[in-house]
C-alpha cells in the first residue's frame, strides 16, 4: 500500500508568519495535487504538479513537486486567518488516487 | 445550489442497521467516487465509477456496496452497520479519473452507536 505521510499533523500559528507543509512517501507517483478543506466542505484542489522538481506559486502558496517525484511541499508566506484549514497532499498513479494524513493549519489574528 | 451534493449530511444510526448515503451531481461527470475520512488517516476510497454500468472497489470496500443509479447519482450503502464505520463520508466526480482534479460533496457525518 502507497503511503503518503504529512508532517506537522497540527501546526497553530500567529498571522504573519511563514510555515512549511510536508508530503513525504517512498513511491513514485505522476503527478500530485493540493487539497484545501474548511470545516463542514470538501476538499477544494489548490494545484496539481507534475514535473520532478517544478515550483509553482499561487499568491502566497508555494507548491514544489521533489526531483524524484516522491514529495512535495508547501509553503505559505506571511499566513492569515484565511489560511486555516486542513490541507491534503494527494499522489496520482496509474488508476489511483493515494491522500496524504493531512495537515491540520489553525492561524490565529 | 451545490454542483455536488450528499444526503443526509448527518445521522445517527445504531449497529445493524442499514443505511444509504446518496450523491448526486450537476457536473455532467461520468465518473464518481464514495472516499471515507477519519482523523490522521487522510482520504481514503471506497468505491468508484467510471460510468453508469461500471463499479470498481477501492482500497476499503468491505461492508459497502454502492449503486449507480444514473450519470449523476451515485449511492453508498452500509448493510449492517458497525461502529467504526463511523466517520465522514465523502461523494466526488472528476473528469479525468485518477489523475484529474477531483469535485467534492460537502460530506455527510455518519455516526453509528
Known amino acids: 500500500t502507497q503511503l503518503l505521510e504529512q508532517s506537522p499533523q497540527f501546526l497553530s500559528i500567529q498571522e504573519g508568519e511563514n510555515l512549511t507543509v510536508y508530503c513525504n512517501s517512498s513511491s513514485v507517483f505522476s503527478s500530485l495535487q493540493w487539497y484545501r478543506q474548511e470545516p463542514g466542505e470538501g476538499p477544494v484542489l489548490l494545484v496539481t504538479?507534475?514535473?520532478?522538481?517544478e515550483v509553482k506559486k499561487l499568491k502566497r502558496l508555494t507548491f514544489q513537486f521533489g526531483d524524484a517525484r516522491k514529495d512535495s511541499s508547501l509553503h505559505i508566506t506571511a499566513a492569515q486567518p484565511g489560511d486555516t484549514g486542513l490541507y491534503l497532499c494527494?499522489?496520482?498513479?496509474?488508476?489511483?488516487?493515494?491522500f496524504g494524513t493531512g495537515t491540520r493549519l489553525l492561524v490565529s489574528p | 445550489d451545490a454542483d455536488v451534493t450528499q444526503t443526509p449530511r448527518n445521522r445517527i444510526t445504531k449497529t445493524g442497521k442499514r443505511i444509504m448515503l446518496e450523491c448526486s451531481q450537476t457536473k455532467g461527470h461520468d465518473r464518481m467516487y464514495w472516499y471515507r475520512q477519519d482523523p490522521g488517516l487522510g482520504l481514503r476510497l471506497i468505491y468508484y465509477s467510471f460510468d453508469v454500468k461500471d463499479i470498481n472497489k477501492g482500497e476499503i470496500s468491505d461492508g459497502y456496496s454502492v449503486s449507480r443509479q444514473a450519470q449523476a447519482k451515485f449511492s453508498l450503502s452500509l448493510e449492517s452497520a458497525i461502529p467504526n464505520q463511523t466517520a465522514l463520508y465523502f461523494c466526488?466526480?472528476?473528469?479525468?479519473?485518477?489523475?484529474?482534479?477531483?469535485?467534492f460533496g460537502e460530506g455527510s457525518r455518519l455516526t453509528v452507536l
Open positions: 494527494a499522489g496520482g498513479g496509474f488508476q489511483k488516487l493515494v
Open positions: 466526488a466526480t472528476s473528469v479525468q479519473g485518477f489523475a484529474g482534479e477531483l469535485f
Open positions: 504538479v507534475v514535473t520532478g522538481g
